[in-house]
């Protein structure tokens, strides 16, 4: 009421979604999956180009089911702020990539010098991506194994990390049923401005605002 006008609202992965799905790396894939990794872990689906929702508007929300295939000390209770224990969330959001390493080296470092460590053959930093990449296969293998896209698109800031995208998808036909695997994952197209993009495609190209 205080804009004079309709106003609509979709959750920042799926608008990731429609934009990659309309003219970035998954242009006219008719399933798209995007996964948001970042501060927190968010997902979104588009169909024909066009974010889906669902039902009960939860629509691609991977990020708060459990991590598939979970040993050792991944049993140990990780809390997450949504009331549940062992979400993928509390295992693949960037703070809990950076949270990984310092439990192990006792330094706290940021998510883009973990990798850069890594990539330099540092062989604490690259373990601690090796995890990282099977945690996210796996997440990403029950994605496969639920709704198959055509393509998954990568967003936020642990996107940047070139190198899962040599990893993860050599990883996947482990974790995806028949044993093998040919979806490709790719970086938004649009980067971080993706989402921005995705949310004006709420509205018509016409401008109409039926």
């Known amino acids: 009421m205080l804009l004079h006008r309709p106003v609509r609202c979709a959750n920042d992965a799926n608008c990731l979604a429609a934009s990659e ?3 970035g790396v998954a242009a006219g894939a008719p399933v798209v999956f995007a996964a948001v990794l970042g501060t927190g872990c968010g997902g979104g689906l588009a169909l024909g180009g066009k974010v889906h929702e669902g039902r009960n508007t939860v629509a691609g929300e991977w990020g708060h089911n459990a991590l598939p295939l979970r040993s050792g000390t991944e049993l140990d209770q990780q809390h997450c702020f949504c009331g549940r224990s062992g979400c993928i969330e509390t295992f693949l959001a960037g703070p809990a990539f ?10 706290p470092m940021p998510a883009a010098a973990i990798a850069e460590l890594a990539a330099r053959g540092d062989p604490t930093a690259a373990e601690t991506l090796h995890t990282y990449e099977d945690r996210l296969a796996r997440a990403l293998g029950l994605v496969i194994n639920l709704i198959d896209p055509d393509v998954i698109v990568l967003g936020g800031g642990i996107s940047n990390i070139r190198h899962l995208y040599e990893a993860v998808p050599a ?3 482990r974790y995806t049923f028949g044993g093998e695997c040919r979806t490709p994952i790719r970086p938004a197209a649009h980067g971080d401005s993706s989402g921005v993009r995705g949310a004006a495609r709420l509205w018509p190209v016409s401008g109409s605002t039926g």
């Open 21 to 23: 799905a309309h003219d």
């Open 171 to 173: 990883l996947l036909a």
């Open 98 to 107: 950076e949270a990984d390493y310092c439990s192990r080296t006792g330094h």
